[in-house]
């Protein structure tokens, strides 16, 4: 079994296409799990199926946080790493 991005652009893009009443966690985790696996740094979560499609729209990032360019990952108090979301154009 393997995955199945929507759409990847010239490999350095990936977009996931939704039609959903909201993006919930899970969503973001299955870009996050294509992003790490594809090796790709940037993706899209486009949700259609809401009245205003920029509202629809979630950007996410796989740079690792020591990288000048991203605040990706905070640390939890566990030692683990968490992802963040960056919701802008």
């Known amino acids: 079994m393997g ?13 996931e296409l939704k039609a959903v009443q909201e993006i919930i966690p899970l969503h973001i ?5 294509y992003l790490k696996m594809t090796s790709i ?6 949700n259609f199926n809401i009245p205003v499609m ?7 990032s796989s740079v690792p946080p020591w990288s000048k360019s991203s605040s990706f990952f905070s640390k939890r ?5 968490r992802a963040s979301v960056v919701n802008r154009l």
């Open 3 to 15: 995955f199945r991005a929507d759409l990847i652009v010239e490999c350095s893009l990936l977009l």
């Open 29 to 33: 985790a299955q870009v996050i799990t």
């Open 41 to 46: 740094k940037r993706g899209f979560i486009l």
């Open 54 to 60: 920029k509202k629809g729209i979630k950007r996410l």
């Open 77 to 81: 108090s566990d030692g683990f790493l």
